[in-house]
């Protein structure tokens, strides 16, 4: 069990990065202060729900592929970690926050779903591993909540470049977490 926990923090930590870099990103474009509780809330069922369709689908498909399962968890973490490393269009990211920080209503649904993308891949690599789904959900959301919090309240204190440095700190310890498993998988034959 605490070998499954190291797993999970290893795994599930660099994600609340992710969401403080977006939740200080809204906090520099000016997200009034009484949004920030139902946008937090929105984050957290966001980055809490996905990776249980992740798990599902990556517990389903780690039956059919057997031994393969600890493979492919390792190739999405990894993918995860790379995708959060790629640069992007930086003024269209930045109108695009600003935009969602007066959003309301299905608007705010766009950036719950697009800050959890990564938690569908994590989820995906939870069931391959056959880690514990329901820790890691409450993890993620209580996570997600406090992160976004945060980030939201001294975002504009801190400005586009530590938004930046968040998320390529998070894909760098995803692609961490799954050059460990590699060695573990390499060296003992399991995760």
């Not at 939740?23 to 729900?49: D, Y």
């Not at 959890?116 to 209580?142: K, N």
């Not at 919090?149 to 998320?167: A, D, F, K, N």
């Amino acid at each position: 069990m605490a070998r499954h926990l190291l797993l999970l923090a290893g795994i599930i930590l660099p994600l609340g990065l992710d969401t403080f870099a977006l939740a200080a990103a809204l906090g520099v474009a000016g997200i009034p202060a009484n949004r920030r509780g139902p946008t937090s809330l929105i984050l957290a069922a966001f980055e809490a729900g996905m990776p249980i369709v992740g798990f599902l689908i990556g517990g389903a498909v780690g039956q059919v592929i057997g031994d393969f399962a600890g493979w492919t968890a390792i190739a999405f973490l990894g993918i995860a970690g790379l995708f959060m490393l790629r640069p992007g269009d930086e003024e269209k990211e930045e109108a695009r926050l600003k935009l969602l920080a007066r959003a309301q209503g299905f608007a705010i649904i766009d950036l719950g779903l697009a800050i959890s993308v990564d938690e569908l891949a994590v989820g995906f690599s939870l069931g391959l591993l056959g880690l514990p789904l329901v820790v890691a959900v409450i993890w993620l959301g209580v996570q997600a909540f406090l992160a976004a919090q945060i980030g939201m309240r001294v975002g504009s204190r801190l400005g586009e470049e530590l938004r930046e440095r968040g998320e390529q700190l998070a894909g760098v310890v995803l692609i961490g977490m799954a050059l460990l498993l590699l060695v573990l998988k390499l060296v003992h034959g399991n995760i």
